[in-house]
């Protein structure tokens, strides 16, 4: 009788766990019986239980479209994070401009975000890309890219007929990041590929989908970075309209990280000698 019983417990269960996984309960099948032994040992009731148990799948639901989102994205590692800006280094920075762009609203509002700095490594990336992973977190479908990937992408889909389908990782998602702007020259060949990156700006700009972009060309070189004039006309005027501008005017971070790291290895350096 007890051989029976313990059969009909095993089956019950298994049938539970094959029920989970068919609703994609995902949570429920692998911590349901801590969750029963934790309402029992509070003496919760049915009603909490069941509660308990749908707020815990949908918060665990919520954390694994959010890895999602992040690993979908693209984002380079190690993700930027805006509690790690430093914000001291670069005080002309307007803090409270990047704290209104951190509440995402620039995406409800169809906007764009065009960070802006002559000098490399100003952190004009770690703004973008932080603001890109909070996209992320708040359950935007967000991708990025740099300019000279999106560029070679859409030439291959060129040649391989391929672009339409190429076209849509850059149109589809709600957030589209395109970094570092300017650090190659974009050429004239059979498809100029000033018009490829046109067609993204163009299609995503009449969807009222918001960009992110971020580059050390001012307005007046665009002409000689896109090598077409026609074209540089029709993006700087997709690009500035319904876009934030962020102009960052400071050092470079990684230049002083790296005077920072030489010094310490010369004093170390100096205190073996003494010492020897």
Known sequence: MGGKNKNHTQHMQEQFT???????????????????????????????LIRDIVQA?????RQRRIEYLIKSSRLPQPLKMLADFDFDFQPKLDRRLIRDLASLEFIERNESIL?????????KSHLAQSLALMACQGGYKTYYTTCSELI?????????????KRMKK???PELLLIDEMGHD????????EAHLLFKVIDKRYNDNKSLIFTTNVEESEW???????????????????????????GPSYRKYQSELLQKKYAEKKQGKAETG
């Open 223 to 249: 002409p000689e970075f896109l090598g077409d004039p026609v074209t540089t006309s029709a993006i700087l005027d997709r690009i500035f309209h319904h876009s934030v501008i962020v102009k960052i005017d």
């Open 152 to 164: 070679n992408d859409l030439n291959a889909g060129v040649y391989e007929k391929t672009l339409d």
């Open 170 to 172: 850059y149109i589809n």
């Open 18 to 48: 094959e029920n989970c996984r068919y609703l994609g309960l995902k949570l429920l099948e692998e911590e349901y019986q801590q969750l029963v032994d934790k309402a029992s040992e509070h003496d919760t009731g049915y009603y909490e």
């Open 185 to 192: 020259r974009l050429e004239l060949q059979v498809v100029k």
């Open 115 to 123: 960070f802006i700095g002559k000098t490399n490594g100003v952190g």
């Open 57 to 61: 799948e949908a918060a665990a639901k």
